[in-house]
C-alpha cells in the first residue's frame, strides 16, 4: 500500500464507530499504520483492524478511556511498543449530553469535560513530547460548529466544551509549533452518526430532513467527509496550516444569515 502517510503512525481515539471509524480506514487507506482507539467497544474496535488489514494496512486496537490520564499513558506505551512511535494523533473520541443553561446537569458537564477536554490534554501530553522529539507531528483535535456558536437548542454545556477545544488546539499550536508539530481542529456540522441520533431519537428520517435545510449543500455529513478533511490536515499537504479551527459543515444557513 502506498499513499501520502506511508511510513507514519497514527493514534485516532475513540475510533470503534462513528466519525473515528472513518477516519482510522482514511488514515490507513493512505499508508499510516493506524491505532485504533477504544473505550469500551472492543469488538467494534478489533472489526476496524480487521477491515483496515483486509484492504492491505496496518492497524492495532488498543483500550483506553481517555479521561483517565493513566490509562492514555499505557495506550500510548502500547503503541509505541508496537510502532515506534507516533507521527499523527487525532482526538475524536467526545460525547454529547443534553442540557441548557437552566437545566444543567453538573455530573454530567463534569465527564463531558473530563472526555471532550482533558480527554485532549491527557492525549496531547502523552504524545507531543514524541513529536517534539523527532521536530515532526500533526495533531487535528475534533471540535463541533457548536464550538463556534451554532443555535442548536439543548446543547450549551457541550457548545462550552467544545468551544474549549477550539481555545486549546490554538494554544497547543502556540506552544507546540517551534517543535515542528502542527495542530488544528475541525467543526464539524451535522453528521449521521449515532451520536447525532441520540439527539432527536423519535423520527430519525424527519430529523434528518429538517437538520439537512440548514446546510447550503442541503445534505447531513457523512462521516468520509469529515475523515477526508482530516487526511489533508494530517498530510504534508498542510504543512503550513496551523492553530486553525476549520469548518466542515456543508455551508451552515445560521451563520451565512447572521443568526448565529
Ligand atoms: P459517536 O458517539 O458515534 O462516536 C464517539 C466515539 O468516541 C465512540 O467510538 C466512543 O466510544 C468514543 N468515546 C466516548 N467516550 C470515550 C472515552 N472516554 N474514551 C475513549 N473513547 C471514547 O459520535 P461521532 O458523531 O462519531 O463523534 C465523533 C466526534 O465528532 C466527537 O468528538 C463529536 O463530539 C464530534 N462531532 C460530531 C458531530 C455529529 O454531528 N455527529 C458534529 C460535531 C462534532
Redesign the pocket.
Known amino acids: 500500500m502506498s499513499g501520502r502517510l506511508e511510513g507514519k503512525v497514527a493514534l485516532v481515539?475513540?475510533g470503534?464507530?462513528?466519525?473515528?471509524r472513518a477516519i482510522c480506514a482514511r488514515l490507513a487507506g493512505d499508508g499510516a499504520a493506524v491505532v485504533v482507539?477504544?473505550?469500551?467497544?472492543q469488538d467494534a474496535a478489533a472489526d476496524v483492524v480487521a477491515q483496515i488489514e483486509a484492504a492491505g494496512g496496518r492497524a492495532l486496537a488498543v483500550g483506553?478511556?481517555?479521561?483517565d490520564r493513566a490509562a492514555v499513558n499505557r495506550m500510548v506505551g502500547a503503541a509505541v511498543r508496537e510502532y515506534g512511535r507516533i507521527d499523527i494523533l487525532v482526538n475524536?473520541?467526545?460525547?454529547?449530553a443534553r442540557g441548557t443553561a437552566l437545566e444543567f446537569d453538573e455530573v454530567i458537564f463534569d465527564r463531558m469535560m473530563a472526555?471532550?477536554v482533558k480527554?485532549i490534554v491527557h492525549t496531547v501530553q502523552a504524545v507531543a513530547p514524541g513529536m517534539a522529539a523527532r521536530r515532526y507531528g500533526r495533531i487535528v483535535n475534533?471540535s463541533?460548529?457548536?464550538g463556534l456558536g451554532t443555535a442548536v437548542a439543548n446543547t450549551t454545556p457541550y457548545a462550552l466544551t467544545?468551544a474549549a477545544v477550539i481555545n486549546l488546539t490554538k494554544r497547543q499550536a502556540f506552544e507546540l509549533g517551534h517543535d515542528g508539530i502542527t495542530v488544528n481542529a475541525i467543526c464539524?456540522?451535522?453528521?449521521a452518526?449515532?451520536?447525532?441520533a441520540s439527539l432527536e431519537p423519535h423520527d430519525q428520517e424527519e430529523q434528518l430532513r429538517a437538520l439537512a435545510s440548514k446546510a447550503v449543500l442541503n445534505r447531513v455529513g457523512d462521516?468520509d467527509d469529515i475523515a477526508r478533511v482530516v487526511l489533508f490536515l494530517a498530510s504534508d499537504d498542510a504543512s503550513f496550516v496551523t492553530g486553525q479551527a476549520l469548518a466542515v459543515d456543508g455551508g451552515r444557513m445560521d451563520f451565512l444569515t447572521g443568526s448565529a
Open positions: 481515539t475513540g470503534s464507530r462513528g466519525i473515528g482507539n477504544f473505550a469500551r467497544k483506553a478511556d481517555v479521561s475524536n473520541a467526545g460525547i454529547l472526555v471532550n480527554g475534533i463541533s460548529l457548536a467544545k464539524p456540522g451535522f453528521i452518526t449515532e451520536m447525532l462521516p
